[in-house]
C-alpha cells in the first residue's frame, strides 16, 4: 500500500521551499523594518478559543476546523494567527508591559476547505497584528506597508480594496437595516443566505451565490450608518493614505469571513502571474472588540495575513536560483581523505560544498555537479593528492587549472565572489534568491 500526502495538503520540495524562503524573506525585511517582531505560537489550540474569536458564524468555525480527538480536551488545528497572537497578548499581560505591541508570524494554518488553486487545507500565512493604537494613521501606515511589499515584489494589477464596517454601534444600526432590507426578499435569496439572515446578515453580502448577488445589488451600504467617530476614523485613514499617495479603492461590498472585524478592513487582490481570476493574496482589518471579548483589557488592534502560496501563484513560473556550490570530485581511494578535509575547510569557510565520495567516474561526478548547478568543481586524483594540488575548474567560465590544495579555499572564495557580482546573489547564504 502506498501512502499519500492527505488532500489538499501539500509536501514542499526543496526546490518549491526556495520560493517560500524568498518570500519569507522578504516579508521579515519588510516588516522588521516597521518594528514587527516574531512571535511563534504552537498550531493546536483549544477550539474554544476559535469560537470565542474567529466567530460562531464565520464559516472557518461552522464547517472549516479540523478537531482533535482527545479525552476530556477540545483541541483544534488553527485556522489562522489571530486568536493565538491576542491569547498570547493576554496571557503575558502586554497591557501593562508595553503600550505598542507590534508582533509578526509565519507558519501552517489549517482549514478543511475544497481544495483548488490558491486554496488548501494547510496553507501559510505570513501575517503580523499592531496592539495598542487605535488611530487611523496606524492603519495606514500597515496598509502602505503591504501596498509597498506586494510592488517590490514585483506582483503586477495590484489592487488595495478597503471598507470600514464601522464600530458596534454602527453595527447594530446596519444590522437591524440588513435585516429590514432582505427579509421581504427571503424567498429569493439561498437558503444559506437565509441563515446568516438570522445570525450575521452582513456575511449574504460576501456571499457569492449568484441570488445573493442580485438580491444585494441595493442593499443599504454600512457607510451610511456610521457614527460621528467611525466616520472620522474612516475620513483620517483615506486621508492619511491619501497622502502617501498609496492607491486604493473603496469597496463597500468588502466584509471579510471572519467575524471580528470592526472599523478597516481590506483586501490586497491580484491577477498576477498563475493566481488565475482575481484573489485575495492578503486581508486583514481592525478587531477593537476581540481582546476584551476573550477576558482581556480592552485594548485596540489591527493587523493582516498574507497567503504564501497565493503570493508564490501570483510571482509566477520565476526560478529562484540555488546559492553557488562548490563540488570536490575525488579520483581513486588516495584522494578521499584529502578531499574531506578540503570539503571541511571549504564549509568552515561558509562555502555550500558537496563531496561525492562514491568513487564514480570524473563524467558521472561532473554531470551531477552540473545538474546541481555548481560554481566549481575541485578534481583530485591519486598523482593530486600525493603531490598536494588539485585542478581547479571554473564552470561558468569553462577553465581548469592546477593549483596547491593550500590556495583552494581562497580561489573558490574569489570564484564565487565573482559568480555573486554577476547573479546578485549572497554565496554563503539561507535565503533562496530570485532571478
Ligand atoms: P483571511 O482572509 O482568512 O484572514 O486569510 C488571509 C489570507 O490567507 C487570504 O487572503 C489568503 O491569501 C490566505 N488563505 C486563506 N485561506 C486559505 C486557504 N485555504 N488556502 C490558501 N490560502 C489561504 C485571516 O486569516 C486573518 N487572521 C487576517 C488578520 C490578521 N486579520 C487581522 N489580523
Given at each position: 500500500?502506498?501512502?499519500?500526502?492527505?488532500?489538499?495538503?501539500?509536501?514542499?520540495?526543496?526546490?518549491?521551499a526556495r520560493g517560500y524562503q524568498f518570500v519569507e524573506a522578504q516579508f521579515r525585511a519588510a516588516v522588521e523594518a516597521y518594528g514587527f517582531r516574531e512571535l511563534r505560537?504552537?498550531?493546536?489550540?483549544?477550539?474554544?478559543?476559535?469560537?470565542?474569536?474567529?466567530?460562531?458564524?464565520?464559516?472557518?468555525?461552522?464547517?472549516?476546523?479540523?478537531?482533535?480527538?482527545?479525552?476530556?480536551?477540545?483541541?483544534?488545528?488553527?485556522?489562522?494567527g489571530?486568536?493565538?497572537s491576542?491569547?498570547?497578548?493576554?496571557?503575558?499581560?502586554?497591557?501593562?508591559?508595553?503600550?505598542?505591541?507590534k508582533w509578526f508570524y509565519i507558519g501552517p494554518m489549517?482549514?478543511?476547505?475544497?481544495?483548488?488553486?490558491?486554496?488548501?487545507?494547510?496553507f501559510h500565512q505570513a501575517g503580523c497584528e499592531l496592539?495598542?493604537?487605535?488611530?487611523?494613521?496606524?492603519?495606514?501606515?500597515m496598509i502602505d506597508m503591504l501596498y509597498r511589499f506586494a510592488s517590490k515584489l514585483g506582483l503586477?494589477?495590484v489592487?488595495?480594496?478597503?471598507?470600514?464596517?464601522?464600530?458596534?454601534?454602527?453595527?447594530?444600526?446596519?444590522?437591524?437595516?440588513?435585516?429590514?432590507?432582505?427579509?421581504?426578499?427571503?424567498?429569493?435569496?439561498?437558503?444559506?443566505?437565509?441563515?446568516?439572515?438570522?445570525?450575521?446578515?452582513?456575511?449574504?453580502?460576501?456571499?457569492?451565490?449568484?441570488?445573493?448577488?442580485?438580491?444585494?445589488?441595493?442593499?443599504?451600504?454600512?457607510?451610511?450608518?456610521?457614527?460621528?467617530?467611525?466616520?472620522?476614523?474612516?475620513?483620517?485613514?483615506?486621508?492619511?493614505?491619501?497622502?502617501?499617495?498609496?492607491?486604493?479603492?473603496?469597496?463597500?461590498?468588502?466584509?471579510?469571513?471572519?467575524?471580528?472585524?470592526?472599523?478597516?478592513?481590506?483586501?490586497v487582490?491580484t491577477?498576477?502571474?498563475?493566481?488565475?481570476?482575481?484573489?485575495?493574496v492578503l486581508g486583514g482589518?481592525?478587531?477593537?472588540?476581540?481582546?476584551?471579548?476573550?477576558?482581556?483589557?480592552?485594548?485596540?488592534?489591527?493587523g493582516f495575513a498574507m497567503g504564501i502560496e497565493r503570493i508564490l501563484l501570483a510571482l509566477?513560473?520565476r526560478?529562484y536560483?540555488?546559492?553557488?556550490?562548490?563540488?570536490?570530485?575525488?579520483?581513486?581511494?588516495?584522494?578521499?581523505?584529502?578531499?574531506?578535509?578540503?570539503?571541511?575547510?571549504?564549509?568552515?569557510?561558509?562555502?555550500?560544498?558537496?563531496?561525492?565520495?562514491?568513487?564514480?567516474?570524473?563524467?558521472?561526478?561532473?554531470?551531477?555537479?552540473?545538474?546541481?548547478?555548481?560554481?566549481?568543481?575541485?578534481?583530485?586524483?591519486?598523482?593530486?593528492?600525493?603531490?598536494?594540488?588539485?585542478?581547479?575548474?571554473?564552470?561558468?567560465?569553462?577553465?581548469?587549472?592546477?593549483?596547491?590544495?593550500?590556495?583552494?579555499?581562497?580561489?573558490?572564495?574569489?570564484?564565487?565572489?565573482?559568480?555573486?557580482?554577476?547573479?546578485?546573489?549572497?554565496?554563503?547564504s539561507t535565503s533562496g534568491s530570485q532571478?
Amino acid at each position: 500500500m502506498k501512502f499519500r500526502a492527505v488532500t489538499g495538503m501539500n509536501d514542499i520540495l526543496p526546490e518549491e521551499a526556495r520560493g517560500y524562503q524568498f518570500v519569507e524573506a522578504q516579508f521579515r525585511a519588510a516588516v522588521e523594518a516597521y518594528g514587527f517582531r516574531e512571535l511563534r505560537t504552537p498550531i493546536v489550540e483549544e477550539l474554544g478559543l476559535f469560537h470565542k474569536s474567529t466567530g460562531e458564524t464565520s464559516e472557518v468555525v461552522q464547517k472549516q476546523m479540523f478537531l482533535l480527538a482527545k479525552e476530556g480536551e477540545s483541541l483544534a488545528l488553527r485556522p489562522e494567527g489571530t486568536p493565538s497572537s491576542a491569547r498570547v497578548y493576554i496571557g503575558n499581560k502586554m497591557h501593562g508591559r508595553e503600550p505598542i505591541t507590534k508582533w509578526f508570524y509565519i507558519g501552517p494554518m489549517f482549514r478543511a476547505e475544497r481544495p483548488q488553486r490558491g486554496r488548501y487545507r494547510q496553507f501559510h500565512q505570513a501575517g503580523c497584528e499592531l496592539y495598542g493604537d487605535e488611530g487611523p494613521i496606524c492603519d495606514a501606515e500597515m496598509i502602505d506597508m503591504l501596498y509597498r511589499f506586494a510592488s517590490k515584489l514585483g506582483l503586477s494589477d495590484v489592487k488595495v480594496l478597503l471598507n470600514t464596517l464601522g464600530g458596534p454601534e454602527a453595527r447594530v444600526a446596519y444590522r437591524k437595516r440588513l435585516v429590514d432590507y432582505f427579509t421581504p426578499l427571503s424567498d429569493q435569496i439561498s437558503e444559506h443566505a437565509r441563515e446568516r439572515l438570522v445570525d450575521n446578515p452582513l456575511r449574504i453580502l460576501d456571499s457569492k451565490d449568484p441570488r445573493d448577488q442580485e438580491a444585494s445589488k441595493n442593499a443599504p451600504v454600512l457607510l451610511d450608518c456610521l457614527t460621528d467617530a467611525d466616520l472620522a476614523h474612516w475620513e483620517g485613514l483615506k486621508a492619511a493614505l491619501d497622502r502617501l499617495g498609496t492607491p486604493y479603492e473603496v469597496d463597500p461590498r468588502l466584509v471579510r469571513g471572519l467575524d471580528y472585524y470592526t472599523r478597516t478592513c481590506f483586501e490586497v487582490v491580484t491577477t498576477s502571474g498563475n493566481i488565475g481570476s482575481q484573489s485575495a493574496v492578503l486581508g486583514g482589518g481592525r478587531y477593537d472588540g476581540m481582546l476584551s471579548s476573550l477576558g482581556g483589557q480592552p485594548t485596540p488592534a489591527i493587523g493582516f495575513a498574507m497567503g504564501i502560496e497565493r503570493i508564490l501563484l501570483a510571482l509566477g513560473d520565476r526560478k529562484y536560483e540555488e546559492p553557488s556550490l562548490c563540488f570536490i570530485a575525488p579520483l581513486g581511494e588516495a584522494a578521499g581523505l584529502p578531499c574531506l578535509e578540503l570539503a571541511t575547510q571549504l564549509r568552515a569557510a561558509g562555502i555550500w560544498t558537496e563531496l561525492d565520495s562514491r568513487g564514480n567516474s570524473l563524467k558521472s561526478m561532473l554531470r551531477r555537479a552540473d545538474n546541481m548547478g555548481a560554481s566549481v568543481c575541485l578534481v583530485m586524483g591519486e598523482d593530486e593528492a600525493k603531490s598536494g594540488v588539485v585542478q581547479f575548474k571554473n564552470l561558468g567560465k569553462h577553465t581548469q587549472e592546477q593549483i596547491p590544495q593550500s590556495d583552494a579555499v581562497k580561489a573558490v572564495q574569489q570564484a564565487l565572489a565573482e559568480t555573486t557580482t554577476i547573479t546578485g546573489q549572497e554565496p554563503a547564504s539561507t535565503s533562496g534568491s530570485q532571478t
